[in-house]
């Protein structure tokens, strides 16, 4: 029975929240959040709570019912479509209004208006990077769709046809606790949460970069960061059954003043560190592959697909299906957003991951004065668009920020909102999310979809992020695209900040579709991506520099050596937990001189020696390599990459880089006199990490579960409301990535069979209440590796015992 403990857990966060009161100004009304008619008792859900209701609205034109599974799963039957997305509005808001409600604040940069002065240099942040501006325009390609805007529309009266019959004793907790209510929902909030999701998949570094680009030559740089593995296994291959384009259809050559304006290398020591405010956790990722016919037991296709996202709770989805005499599909969407966002439905499936490119790119202005009225550009001074973004703050008096529009985009940052670090620099972004664009339409394309020509039709209304579009048809076909608006570039172009007084450095147009990576049915007989590099080095395009290795290698390898491959394979293969960057580096690791080690030293040489390279939950041979591959890669960086917001090299180039060359040139620890080999710095690292493993010992937490700590968060980080010590394995560079904070937030598996049979599973629960025994009860089974199957209602079947609660809605 959960009642008990949410009282508990209530009456310690009404202390937390008292206590913040004093840095965010948002203690409730006690006697208001105490009462036992209206305040925090209401929220506690009864082990045996009913679900079953008979409800009216005018805006419905038929019938709808809805039917909820014992994991409280609704099935939605409705006799017209645009009901359907009236009644996901109703539901989605009806178990999650406030991970909606401050979502969309989150993403509009209105945090301040409810927790106080705290956050306001996220919201600031948000604001100047033109999340407003992005939203209308997306808002604006919506209602000139009619469909798009049919749909969205429906949801929004859905969503506030819940909020208009809510008792104050039924909001959500977080209302009560923050002490504020809902604002009636729009297509603009719609819109704010397909763009938070294009902010959070948007992987750009330019800051870093800059730094790092300054105080190093252009051949050490290169080495630090070189573009394309040696062990690459790129999302698609150049073969001649799916070559690449020959050459690029748009100009992509080095401007002529690159070298004196852009590539700045080796200028010595900088003074000041750039930072991106808002920057994305670096754990977000994903994993997808399908199996032709020529691979599975069955002769069918099989589709698995695990984003890998910030885990948190209320959980990032909703699992549903709808079902109208049109549409019949099952997945997970986002709540705030209408539509199914992965998963199935009688024909296809599909899956996603992200693209990992560059669409963020920051350019300097010279300004007039400091009024920003003016920039210099192509010869002449040119007027700059002011927008002023009015941020309201609890307890204060509201905020104008006012920011300047250029050709580029919005000046993020300037005097009165420098980047950390550095005053007086005008830094305008030029980011695709700011383009026209209607993803909410390819995902009601994609849930229509029956073939590939339609799943190709769909993806066309991809603009960002970019992603891994991944395809499985019951007819047999497999495909990948990696797709979205991806500016055509030269080399290293918008690694750094970029001139920005002229167009030289701009983009000089967007990639044609056609000419983005992809494949249908290749011999191999599979397509997969883990946001490696989509290509490798004969493709015309440049395509950055922010991608990963590892789980796409070992993906890879395993998919090229299975068949007659079935969905038990699949599932064992989605939650594997072996380390490939712990096989390449167990060469470098094991050249240690053992003769130099103590006792304490050879000890967890031999622990690590033992190890499986996997990293499993209780392990504890994954807790020595990750402690001393760590210190080793501090050991041979750190010394060079000083600054505090400087870019760091990826997951694969000290691996590779010490497999070939052992007298690499970063092994010498610059701040020393004598000149470190790389045995040294292997004995250095051994040491550095004995002391943290023997701290370890003593703590009890030499399994990998205890010190990777897995987390599942709650939005606003209420304990209470969170779990934590998940004992999970995994880490970002396994299949299973889960890390601690991030993880595979879904999995789901589908079999194309003409019974379509399908399994998924995703970190937290179907209710959003922290009082409710469906908030977090799909959590341990995640963490054990376990499947739902998920259940694809028929007509037929609304007597099953499946189903334990109806929802009827109807017009009158």
């Known amino acids: 029975m959960r009642i008990i403990p949410f009282i508990i857990a209530s009456a310690i966060t009404v202390g937390l929240i008292i206590v913040l009161n004093g840095q965010w100004g948002t203690t409730p009304p006690l006697g208001k959040f105490l009462s036992p008619q209206v305040g925090f008792w209401q929220n506690a859900e009864p082990a045996n709570e009913d679900f079953n209701a008979d409800l009216h609205f005018p805006h419905l034109k038929g019938k709808t019912e809805v039917y909820f599974d014992e994991r409280l799963v609704p099935h939605v039957f409705a006799e017209r479509e645009e009901d359907a997305y009236f009644i996901q509005g109703y539901i989605h808001a009806k178990f999650r209004l406030w991970q909606m409600e401050f979502g969309a604040r989150a993403a509009a940069g209105r945090i301040s208006e409810i927790l106080g002065e705290g956050p306001l240099q996220w919201d600031r942040g948000q604001r100047r990077l033109g999340m407003v501006y992005a939203a209308e325009r997306m808002v604006k390609e919506i209602n000139e769709n009619p469909v798009s805007k049919m749909q969205n529309e429906a949801y929004a009266t859905g969503v506030n046809a819940y909020i208009d019959q809510l008792k104050e004793s039924q909001l ?78 748009i100009d992509v050559s080095v401007p002529s003043t690159a070298d004196s304006l852009y590539f700045t290398y080796k200028k010595g020591r900088v003074s000041a560190a750039y930072n991106n405010i808002n920057k994305p956790h670096r754990g977000i990722g994903s994993n997808n592959w399908a199996v032709g016919p020529s691979k599975t037991g069955t002769g069918r296709p099989i589709l698995c697909s695990d984003p890998h996202l910030a885990l948190t709770l209320p959980a990032y989805y909703y699992e549903l299906q709808i079902t109208t005499p049109s549409l019949n ?293 994954a807790t020595v390599f990750h402690e001393w591959w760590g210190a080793l890669r501090d050991t041979i960086w750190q010394d060079d990459l000083m600054l505090p917001f400087m870019a760091y090299p990826g997951e694969y180039p000290l691996v590779e880089s010490l497999l070939k060359d052992t007298t690499y040139p970063f092994t010498d620890n610059i701040n020393t006199p004598q000149i470190e080999t790389l045995q040294d710095q292997l004995i250095a690292s051994l040491k550095k990490a004995t002391s943290i493993l023997k701290k370890k010992e003593d703590e009890d937490k030499m399994e990998w579960w205890k010190g990777k700590d897995t987390r599942v968060g709650h939005l606003i980080e209420i304990a209470p409301f969170s779990r934590f010590h998940i004992p999970v394995g995994g880490g970002g560079d396994v299949i299973n990535a889960a890390t601690d904070v991030t993880g595979p937030s879904w999995r789901m598996i589908v079999q194309l069979t003409d019974q379509v049979e399908a399994y998924g599973i995703y970190v937290g629960g179907q209710s959003g209440n922290p009082g409710s025994r469906y908030y977090d009860n799909f959590i341990d089974d995640w963490a054990a590796g376990k499947y739902y199957t998920l259940w694809m209602m028929t007509q037929n079947e609304k007597n099953s015992n499946k189903v334990k609660w109806v929802m009827n809605f109807n017009s009158k």
């Open 172 to 249: 959500p907790l977080e209302f009560k606790l923050l002490n504020y209510k809902p604002e009636k929902w729009t297509l603009l909030k719609t819109a704010f949460f397909g763009k938070y999701m294009a902010e959070q998949l948007t992987q750009s570094d330019d800051f870093g970069f800059t730094d790092a680009h300054k105080i190093f030559t252009q051949k050490e740089y290169e080495k630090l960061f070189p573009l394309y593995p040696d062990s690459l296994k790129p999302v698609v291959p150049n073969t001649p059954e799916n070559p690449y384009p020959k050459k690029a259809v």
């Open 329 to 621: 599909v099952y997945g997970v969407s986002f709540p705030g957003i209408p539509n199914i966002m992965w998963g199935f439905n009688d024909s296809i499936a599909f899956g996603f991951t992200n693209a990992e490119r560059d669409v963020e790119d920051f350019y300097e202005i010279r300004f007039r004065d400091s009024t920003m009225n003016e920039y210099w550009f192509n010869g002449k001074w040119v007027k700059a668009v002011k927008r002023v973004e009015p941020i309201k703050i609890k307890g204060e008096k509201t905020l104008f920020d006012t920011v300047a529009y250029t050709v580029f985009g919005p000046v993020m940052y300037d005097r009165s909102f420098p980047a950390v670090g550095q005053k007086g620099n005008y830094l305008a972004v030029r980011w695709t999310a700011h383009d026209p664009s209607n993803e909410v339409y390819m995902f009601y394309l994609l849930n229509h979809a029956k073939n590939y020509n339609d799943f190709l039709d769909a993806i066309k209304y991809l603009t960002c992020p970019g992603l891994n579009c991944l395809f499985a048809s019951k007819s047999g076909d497999i495909a990948i695209w990696h797709n979205g608006e991806f500016p055509a570039k030269w080399r290293r172009q918008g690694d750094f900040i970029m001139p920005g007084t002229d167009s030289t450095y701009m983009w000089r147009g967007m990639i044609p579709q056609e000419e983005n990576p992809h494949m249908k049915n290749p011999v191999r007989g599979f397509v997969s991506s883990a946001n490696q590099l989509p290509a490798d080095s004969t493709y015309p395009y440049y395509m950055g520099r922010t991608y990963v290795l590892y789980r796409g290698y070992i993906i890879n390898c395993y998919l090229d050596s299975m068949k007659d491959i079935s969905v038990g394979d699949m599932k064992k293969m989605q939650t594997d937990n072996y380390c490939v960057a712990a096989e390449f580096a167990r060469k470098i690791l094991l050249k240690t001189d053992e003769s130099r080690l103590n006792a304490d030293e050879k000890k967890y040489f031999e622990m690590f020696r033992e190890w499986d390279n996997r990293k499993d939950a209780d392990s504890k041979g």
